[in-house]
């Protein structure tokens, strides 16, 4: 199988990349960096740039299937010019996507873009099935919902089309985790206001294997990438403190607090999202991890870091 990657160098892409590459797949990859690109047997760049509506057409060459993850990363500060690259690097992405395949005589059988479960209405109680259709009153929930209904365009194209509305990336090498973790690790950790908003995870690899089961399986529709068992804040950051032997013992910070430091973007630490993985269970995919203590130990790896704390 051959898959065409835009958002390959990311921190999901990197995983798939790698997860393909064990199984024989040939990685086709968009970069909006020259530099970036590589031509080996296996693994083959092509320049993009979705701002000017620049592609390299030959990137669809014999392809099966492509892998959309392209996206600003909505950790930095929303203010109004962030917030505007946060939405037109998704939308214009998909643009120049389905545009190019309209130019080309291509080979795809499926489709697959990156979401995310920011579009489910802040909520304690409610638990979200892909059916749901309210959007949370939020930046976030506008973009996700915008960004799906471009996603939703590329369905005029002979092939499946999906779309993983991803949830917290449990991972070492980048994401809110090792923000998270920091500050547990060195004594500084703490609950963000009543620690009882939900927090929907999933595994790095688990998120990978995800998107190529869709692929693999040429599922369509809305698909929720988290794990089987969401946990609060108070569990995960109690979780988080139990792999590193630490206490938590500064006070919970209440989302005044964090506004004033980060703006708008607070509202990413107090958002509960209790999200349902059923859907993607009943299509066949099995979960190597569904427990957030086995998850956490094997991202953060609690033997090395153990040993690194006592020499």
């Not at 547990?184 to 929907?200: A, D, K």
């Not at 369509?220 to 609060?232: M, R």
């Not at 403190?241 to 708008?264: E, H, Q, S, T």
Request: contains cysteine.
């Amino acid at each position: 199988m051959k898959i065409l990657i835009a958002g390959a160098t990311g921190l999901i892409g990197e995983e798939i990349v790698r997860i393909c590459h064990n199984r024989n797949y040939t990685v086709h990859y968009l970069s909006t960096s020259k530099e970036k690109i590589e031509d080996q047997n296996n693994y083959k760049g092509f320049y993009w740039n979705p701002a000017k509506g620049k592609i390299d057409l030959a990137c669809f060459k014999d392809v099966d299937a492509v892998i959309n993850l392209s996206g600003v990363s909505i950790s930095k500060r929303w203010n109004k010019i962030n917030k505007k690259k946060i939405l037109n690097s998704r939308v214009k992405s998909l643009q120049l996507l389905d545009d190019s395949i309209s130019k080309v005589n291509h080979s795809i059988q499926s489709f697959v873009s990156a979401s995310a479960i920011g579009i489910y209405p802040n909520s304690y109680t409610n638990y979200y099935l892909e059916d749901n259709t309210g959007v949370d009153n939020s930046f976030l929930g506008h973009v996700v919902e915008k960004w799906e209904s471009e996603a939703d365009k590329l369905k005029k194209h002979e092939f499946s089309v999906a779309k993983i509305r991803t949830g917290l990336v449990l991972s070492s090498h980048g994401g809110a985790l090792p923000k998270m973790a920091k500050p547990i690790r060195y004594y500084g950790g703490t609950v963000f206001g009543n620690g009882e908003q939900w927090q929907s995870w999933v595994h790095i690899t688990d998120i990978a294997k995800i998107y190529l089961h869709v692929i693999e399986n040429q599922l369509e529709g809305v698909f929720n990438g988290v794990a089987p068992n969401p946990v609060t804040n108070n569990k995960l950051t109690h979780e988080i403190a139990d792999v590193y032997r630490k206490p938590i013992i500064l006070p919970n910070i209440p989302m005044g607090v964090m506004k004033f430091i980060l703006g708008d973007m607070a509202y990413l630490l107090y958002a509960s999202q209790r999200v349902s993985s059923k859907k993607i269970e009943a299509s066949g995919y099995n979960f190597s991890y569904s427990n957030i203590s086995l998850a956490l130990k094997d991202v953060l790896n609690e033997k090395s870091q153990f040993h690194e704390e006592l020499a």
